[in-house]
C-alpha cells in the first residue's frame, strides 16, 4: 500500500483490493495479452532502434452489484523492454474504473473513465474529453480521466455532463523515439527551419500548464435520435487533448540553422473552448457522418494557436463480394488555423489540414480479414499508406501484419515520417 499516494493511485488500490478480497463474488475477469514488434527498414542512427519489440496487457472486469448499481474497471500496460527511458519503458493507465447508478432516466457515474463524443471513424474533432498519450501514429491512446457523469433523458433526447476536477497530464514519445524529428525542425521555434545533428538527444523538461487548463474541465453533450438521424451538439472547456511542445533549441546561425544537442522539449498543456456539432444519416447500406468543431484558446501566449475550425464529411457502405462483403469508408477533413504547423507528433491533428482518406476492409472469412487505407494531405503533398492482415487462430488466439508508409514532397509531419516505413507483427491472446 506504500504506492497509494495519489487520488489516482489510491483509487486504483481500492479496486483492485476489492477485487481480490471479493473474487468469487466479482464477474469474470477478462482481458487480452499482445505481443508485436515493429521492424523498420531504414537506420536513422542512434539512440533509436530498428526492431522495437512492445508488450500490452488489457484487463478488466465488470459487477453488477444490484438493479441498480454496478461497478467496471479497465488497466492498461504497455512497455517497450528494449527502451530504458519512460513512459516506453512502462507505461500505465486506468481507462475505466467506476460505479455507477441507472435508473429508467437518469445514469450516474464516478471514478476513472475515458469518453468518446465523436461520430466520425478514426480521428475525430469532437474527441476532446480527454488527454493523449503519444508514442507512436499506431499508439496514440486516450488517457482515463477521474470525472464525475451525469446522463438525463432516453433515446429521442438525451444530455451528458461531465466534471473533471483534475484532468490527467498527456504523454509524450520516449526521448530515443523514432517518432521525434530526427532530421528537420519546422516551425518549431523562433528560428524556423533548423537542422539537426546526425548524433541528437532530446530531453524533457517539466510539464507546464498554462491558465489551470488541467483544472475543473467540464462539458456536456446533447443528442437525439430520430428515425435514420442521429445529431448532437457538444461544449466543453478544459485542456487541449494534444499538448504543445515548446521547444528550446541552440543553434549555429545560418542559413541553413544548425542545432547542438540536446534540443529541450517541455509539455505545455493549455486551456480551450471546444464547440461543435455531428450528424449520423444512415440510409440502407450507406452511412453519412459529418462534424464541425470550433475551437478557442483561452490562454493568451504566442506559444499556443488562438483558434481553429475543423470539419470533416464522411461516407461508409458495404458492397458484397462474393458471399462476403467490403467496407468501404471515405472522409475528408478542412481546418482553417491561422497558425503555421510544425513537425512535432503532438501536432498530429494538423494532419488533417486539408486531408482525404480511403479505407477499406474485407472480410475473406469468418477467421481471415484484409484492412487497407490511404491518406493524402494536400498541404505538404503528404501520402500515409497502410495495408493488413488479421487471422483468427483459435477462440483465444490470433495473429496479424501490417506495413506503414509515409512519403511526402514538403518539409511537415508525414515527411518528418518518411524513415519510419515498417512491418508490423502482432500476436493476441485473448482471456
Not at 468518446?116 to 474529453?129: A, H, K, R, T
Not at 533548423?194 to 507546464?208: F, G, K, S
Not at 446533447?222 to 504543445?244: C, I, R, Y
Not at 504547423?341 to 489540414?353: E, F, G, H, K, P
Amino acid at each position: 500500500m506504500i504506492f497509494c499516494f495519489t487520488p489516482r493511485a489510491l483509487f486504483l488500490c481500492v479496486i483492485f483490493l476489492t477485487a481480490f478480497v471479493n473474487r468469487p463474488a466479482l464477474g469474470r475477469v477478462s482481458g487480452q495479452l499482445k505481443s508485436s514488434a515493429d521492424y523498420y527498414f531504414s537506420s536513422i542512427g542512434e539512440p533509436t532502434d530498428d526492431l522495437i519489440p512492445y508488450l500490452s496487457l488489457e484487463v478488466s472486469q465488470k459487477h453488477r452489484i444490484s438493479k441498480r448499481w454496478r461497478w467496471q474497471w479497465r488497466a492498461l500496460a504497455l512497455s517497450n523492454p528494449e527502451s530504458p527511458h519512460s513512459p516506453e519503458k512502462l507505461y500505465l493507465d486506468a481507462p475505466e474504473a467506476f460505479m455507477q447508478f441507472k435508473s429508467a432516466d437518469l445514469t450516474l457515474r464516478g471514478g476513472m473513465n475515458t469518453v468518446n463524443w465523436s461520430v466520425v471513424d478514426g480521428i475525430s474533432p469532437s474527441n476532446v474529453v480527454n488527454s493523449t498519450a503519444f508514442f507512436d501514429p499506431s499508439r496514440t491512446l486516450r488517457r482515463g480521466s477521474p470525472m464525475i457523469e451525469a446522463e438525463v433523458g432516453g433515446e429521442k433526447l438525451s444530455l451528458h455532463i461531465v466534471y473533471i476536477p483534475i484532468q490527467s497530464r498527456p504523454v509524450l514519445p520516449s526521448v530515443d523515439s523514432r517518432w521525434l524529428p530526427r532530421k528537420i525542425l519546422v516551425n518549431s521555434s523562433a528560428l524556423g527551419e533548423v537542422v539537426l545533428p546526425p548524433l541528437l538527444e532530446y530531453e524533457y523538461d517539466p510539464h507546464r500548464s498554462l491558465s489551470g487548463a488541467l483544472r475543473d474541465n467540464i462539458g456536456a453533450r446533447l443528442s437525439s435520435h430520430l428515425g435514420s438521424v442521429d445529431a448532437f451538439l457538444m461544449h466543453f472547456e478544459g485542456a487541449a487533448p494534444q499538448p504543445k511542445a515548446s521547444v528550446a533549441v541552440t543553434a549555429i546561425l545560418g542559413p541553413p540553422h544548425i542545432a547542438l544537442s540536446p534540443v529541450r522539449i517541455t509539455p505545455v498543456s493549455y486551456r480551450v473552448r471546444t464547440t461543435g456539432m455531428g450528424l449520423i444519416w444512415a440510409r440502407q447500406k450507406w452511412i453519412h457522418r459529418m462534424e464541425t468543431v470550433y475551437q478557442h484558446t483561452l490562454t493568451n501566449d504566442p506559444l499556443v494557436e488562438p483558434w481553429s475550425w475543423t470539419s470533416v464529411l464522411g461516407t461508409e457502405t458495404s458492397l458484397d463480394l462474393g458471399s462476403r462483403s467490403v467496407t468501404l469508408l471515405a472522409q475528408y477533413y478542412y481546418t482553417q488555423n491561422p497558425q503555421a504547423a510544425d513537425n512535432l507528433i503532438t501536432s498530429s491533428y494538423r494532419l488533417l489540414d486539408r486531408t482525404a482518406v480511403l479505407g477499406a476492409r474485407w472480410s475473406f472469412s469468418d477467421e481471415l480479414t484484409f484492412k487497407g487505407s490511404v491518406l493524402y494531405e494536400t498541404k505538404t503533398e503528404g501520402l500515409f499508406a497502410y495495408l493488413g492482415l488479421d487471422q483468427r487462430l483459435s477462440d483465444a488466439m490470433r495473429w496479424g501484419v501490417a506495413w506503414r508508409s509515409f512519403s511526402a514532397h514538403k518539409p511537415g509531419l508525414i515527411k518528418t515520417f518518411a524513415d519510419n516505413d515498417h512491418v508490423n507483427l502482432e500476436l493476441t491472446y485473448s482471456f
